[in-house]
T-cell receptor, first 112, second 111 residues
Framework: DTAVSQTPKYLVTQMGNDKSIKCEQNLGHDTMYWYKQDSKKFLKIMFS???????INETVPNRFSPKSPDKAHLNLHINSLELGDSAVYFC???????????FGQGTRLTVV | QKEVEQNSGPLSVPEGAIASLNCTYSDRVSQSFFWYRQYSGKSPELIMS????GDKEDGRFTAQLNKASQYVSLLIRDSQPSDSATYLC???????????FGRGTSLIVHP
């Protein structure tokens, strides 16, 4: 019974393609996140949703579009993939303000 | 802009020693502090959270928070080779949903 699950775990695709990563949490948390971890292991926030509402959208190209159909799901769609998009993308969730975040297993995206 | 600073390491300690990992943060309104462990190729895993000044102990781990000096540290007693990983410090402002992460410190525990 995985708490935060992402699919797929690995994604290899060509430049210019469009791809989606799905995330689901069964913890009953109100807040969900997408983080990008680059080759130097830096975890950078991309988006955050609270109760399906977007609460933060960092400086991310508009090729990246999050969608939250309900508070248990936060998907990430990426258009026109570029080489620089290659990274590990982590979904996470937390109960709310001031509380810890719990991470999914990550999606390693490789753009060739 | 909030900054969370960690020494990237690697920090190398012998098995059985105390490993001391440090983190400083720039934002005085930060209220919640977290330590995560990340093994290579895996996701970050929460080790400790701390909200008040002082020490908080959980097994071999002790988190120390000093808000006046804006630092938080993690001590690992009786370090084991299985503790070898990257340790990430994360900070949340009061009333914030968003944890900001440091770049992590690589810890190597050698037998």
């Amino acid at each position: 019974d995985t708490a935060v699950s992402q699919t797929p775990k690995y994604l290899v695709t060509q430049m210019g393609n469009d791809k989606s990563i799905k995330c689901e949490q069964n913890l009953g948390h109100d807040t969900m996140y997408w983080y990008k971890q680059d080759s130097k292991k830096f975890l950078k926030i991309m988006f955050s949703y609270n109760n399906k509402e977007l609460i933060i959208n960092e400086t991310v190209p508009n090729r990246f579009s999050p969608k939250s159909p309900d508070k248990a799901h936060l998907n990430l769609h990426i258009n026109s993939l570029e080489l620089g998009d290659s990274a590990v993308y982590f979904c996470a969730s937390s109960p709310g303000m001031n509380t810890e975040a719990f991470f999914g297993q990550g999606t390693r995206l490789t753009v060739v | 802009q909030k900054e969370v600073e960690q020494n990237s390491g690697p920090l190398s300690v012998p098995e059985g020693a105390i490993a001391s990992l440090n983190c400083t943060y720039s934002d005085r309104v930060s209220q919640s502090f977290f330590w995560y462990r990340q093994y290579s190729g895996k996701s970050p895993e929460l080790i400790m959270s701390i909200y008040s000044n002082g020490d908080k102990e959980d097994g071999r781990f002790t988190a120390q928070l000093n808000k006046a000096s804006q630092y938080v540290s993690l001590l690992i007693r009786d370090s084991q080779p299985s503790d070898s990983a990257t340790y990430l410090c994360a900070v949340k402002e009061g009333g914030s949903y968003i944890p900001t992460f440091g770049r992590g410190t690589s810890l190597i525990v050698h037998p």
